[in-house]
Nanobody
Framework: QVQLVESGGGLVQAGGSLRLICAASGSLYSPLFMGWYRQAPGKQRELVASIRNGGSTNYGDSLKGRFTIFTNNAKTIVYLQMDGLLPEDTAVYYC?????????WGQGTQVTVSS
């Protein structure tokens, strides 16, 4: 049974940085997609960043250049480095990993950016 455990969220001032970490326990089968989504109150969940098994990355609008997604070599941990945080980045951030068998989600970690 694969579980995703997220950490690294918290409260930060505008302009600050956080690094989110998502670690998969159990055995992943050839991860195809690893990504981070976020959901702010009253808004739909949106893609923040993703990385595919070939290494290609994708970022949400206006996030590239501030956020960076990367993984460990074993592709069991996915990181989201967030720099230059803005109050509008406040949301619950969710990790998502898809392998050849299933689509897994983390429980979410709160990121709050104060102005």
């Amino acid at each position: 049974q694969v579980q995703l455990v997220e950490s690294g969220g918290g409260l930060v001032q505008a302009g600050g940085s956080l690094r989110l970490i998502c670690a998969a326990s159990g055995s992943l089968y050839s991860p195809l997609f690893m990504g981070w989504y976020r959901q702010a109150p009253g808004k739909q969940r949106e893609l923040v960043a993703s990385i595919r098994n070939g290494g290609s990355t994708n970022y949400g609008d206006s996030l590239k250049g501030r956020f960076t997604i990367f993984t460990n070599n074993a592709k069991t941990i996915v990181y989201l480095q967030m720099d230059g945080l803005l109050p509008e980045d406040t949301a619950v951030y969710y990790c998502n990993i898809q392998d050849t068998r299933r689509n897994y989600w983390g429980q979410g970690t709160q990121v709050t950016v104060s102005s």
